[in-house]
């Protein structure tokens, strides 16, 4: 399974919403979690099972969608949100479980 | 409060083999699948396999099939990736990762840099 993440770099300002989109090559049902990732730092898990936030998680960030469209939200951005963001399927079974290539979101 | 500590940097060379561990403290280490994910240089993050230590039966991308093993040792709670024959490709920052519904925990990171 592919899952393509777009855009690939998303250049925004604080206040603003983002929207990343991720599509999986084949239906992946509701399998999908979102990661945020700082340089220096392991990746932060932000959705799974397509939209269940993780603990602690802001509720600025939301996730949509199944089979092979998803979305992630993040609404009035904040300074600490830039970063880069990946999707990721574990509908396999057995593994892999497959990242996208990742978004990069940062500041206009 | 779980936690997953990695063991240190390394730098090999060439053609060499390096094992990485992953100590897990806070929870029931054997109730959940540990996976291994890598990161090179500017690249993404990079799934290698994973292990789920109650069955000590691990799976592996099909990519690192023949040159990686995963291991777990229950008695420690610690999770083990041997990644051999090192190329500088191999260079990246490796971290493992406790499955539940994605990836819900996450260990430090080990850079291991590959050059001769």
């Known amino acids: 399974i592919v899952l393509t993440q777009s855009p690939a770099t998303l250049s925004l300002s604080p206040g603003e919403r983002a929207t990343l989109s991720c599509r999986a090559s084949q239906n992946i049902n509701k399998y999908l979690a979102w990661y945020q990732h700082k340089p220096g730092q392991p990746p932060r898990l932000l959705i799974s099972?397509?939209?269940t936030r993780a603990t602690g998680v802001p509720a600025r960030f939301s996730g949509s969608g199944s089979g092979t469209e998803f979305t992630l939200t993040i609404s009035n951005l904040q300074s600490e949100d830039f970063a880069v963001y990946y999707c990721?399927?574990?509908?396999?079974?057995?593994?892999?479980?497959?990242f996208g290539q990742g978004t990069k979101l940062e500041i206009k | 409060q779980v936690q997953l500590v990695q063991s240190g940097a390394e730098v090999k060379k060439p053609g060499s083999s390096v094992k990485v561990s992953c100590k897990a403290s806070g929870g029931t280490f054997s109730s959940y699948a540990i996976s291994w994910v890598r990161q090179a240089p500017g690249q993404g993050l990079e799934w290698m396999g994973r292990i789920i230590p109650i069955l000590g039966i691990a799976n592996y991308a099909q990519k690192f099939q023949g040159r990686v093993t995963i291991t777990a040792d229950k008695s420690t709670s610690t999770a083990y990736m041997e990644l051999s024959s090192l190329r500088s490709e191999d260079t990246a920052v490796y971290y493992c990762?406790?499955?539940?519904?994605?990836?819900?925990?996450w260990g430090q990171g080990t850079l291991v840099t590959v050059s001769s």
């Open positions: 990721q399927q574990y509908n396999n079974w057995p593994p892999p479980f497959t």
């Open positions: 099972g397509a939209s």
């Open positions: 990762a406790r499955e539940n519904r994605g990836f819900d925990y």
